[in-house]
């Protein structure tokens, strides 16, 4: 007997890691997860631009506490720091501040209709360009009001570029986007044509999200590994003790404590840049232990963010990006048990009010 080991040369080992490449970026996937991240991420950048409502003016206005003069002399003073004047559709309205809270009622009301699937592949460009449009001013932005860009530009793309090509759509839904888009489709359409619907461009798109954020995982954590509060462990100290907030009497009620608190400081430091640092090694990889590893430090991540360091944005986006690695596999699996739990409910509250009804006709007919 002759035992085939063709598979074992070292061209056969080539040709498997050149069609994993390729299933990496080139596989079919269901829709699934690139909506569920469209609701998601719509519902923060509404909640972002909301954040400022009742000071939107004197935030991002030619008319607000950074006029157009600020502005130049900031471009002025940092040659490679914000943009030039006039990139941003806040400077359409110039001093005109009915412009401008128009503009800005425009803005919010597009990234609603794109949470909700509406004209996705219009209210996507536009809820991008909305997105980057209010990142523009220098004073009260910071490094997490960036991301938000990143989500909204992948978001954009998929929804530019998902069934374009063979997604079986109209020429009205080519242009402006499905109908299956939107949030109650199952209910308003009806979801069995979209039950088996695949597409190579949302894999693309989900495909260029996950490496983009990996890369900006990484790179964060070797920026912090370049300050020594990082190495030595007592980075986190100085977000537990704010300047305006801390006293000679609290530092002395912590002294008795305070090997045992830097101790487990340090190591809880140590665990978070570890989890940071092998984020790549462990994020595609399949089965509930890395998946607990995974969405379990993203959740982590996130309380960490907002309860330490006061952070509202950088969260969210880290639960975003990881849950933008799950598999097709995985979101069925979501679906399934969510559209579950949906019907159960329904069920629940149908049967309730069948009881209701037959205890109000027994009642009645015991009356009579």
């Known amino acids: ?31 699934t997860g ?42 002025r003073q940092q040659p490679l720091g914000p943009a030039p004047v006039g990139w941003s559709i806040v400077f359409l309205a110039g001093q005109n501040e009915g412009a401008f809270q ?5 803005s919010v009301a597009v990234v609603i209709l ?17 997105v980057v449009s209010f990142l523009v001013n220098p004073v009260i932005n910071y490094e997490g009001d960036y991301l938000l860009g990143v989500l909204a530009f992948y978001l954009m793309l ?5 069934g374009q090509v063979n997604g079986g759509l109209t020429l009205a839904e080519r242009i402006l986007g499905s109908r299956h888009d939107f949030l109650l489709a199952r209910w308003v359409f ?5 039950n088996g619907r695949v597409s190579y461009a949302t894999n693309f798109s989900l495909r260029l999200l996950q490496v983009h954020f990996a890369i900006i995982m990484v790179t964060s954590v070797l ?24 006293t000679a009497e609290s530092i002395q009620r ?50 960490g963010a907002f309860f330490l360091y006061r952070l509202p944005l950088w969260g969210p986006f880290v639960c975003l990006g990881c849950v933008s690695f799950l598999s097709a596999d995985e979101w069925a699996w979501i679906k399934s048990r969510l559209l579950g739990v949906i019907s159960r409910v329904a069920n629940q509250k149908n049967d309730a009010g069948a009881m209701k009804s037959r205890d109000l006709a027994e009642t009645t007919a015991i009356r009579k």
């Open 254 to 303: 912590e002294m008795p404590r305070a090997t045992f608190t830097l101790f487990w400081m340090s190591v809880t430091q140590y665990v978070a840049l570890a989890w940071q640092l092998a984020f790549p090694v462990f994020a595609w990889r399949r089965g509930w232990a890395w998946r607990s590893l995974l969405l379990g430090g993203a959740v982590v991540f996130w309380l």
């Open 1 to 31: 007997m002759t035992i085939d080991r063709s598979d074992d040369t070292p061209g056969a080992d080539a040709s498997a890691r050149e069609n994993a490449w390729s299933r990496f970026w080139f596989t079919a996937t269901p829709l």
């Open 190 to 194: 009806g979801g069995a044509a979209e």
């Open 223 to 246: 920026h912090k590994l370049q300050m020594a509060e990082w190495w030595s462990g007592v980075a986190f100290w100085f977000p537990l003790h704010p300047p305006f907030e801390t």
């Open 102 to 106: 128009t503009i800005y009622g425009l």
């Open 114 to 130: 794109f949470t909700l699937g509406i004209a996705t592949r219009v209210t996507g460009v536009l809820t991008w360009v909305v």
């Open 158 to 162: 998929g929804h530019l570029l998902t």
């Open 34 to 75: 690139l909506r569920f991240l469209r609701v998601c991420a719509g519902v923060l950048f509404c909640a972002w631009l909301l954040s400022f409502l009742g000071h939107q003016a004197e935030f991002f206005s030619l008319n607000g506490w950074l006029d157009e003069q600020g502005y130049r002399e900031i471009q």
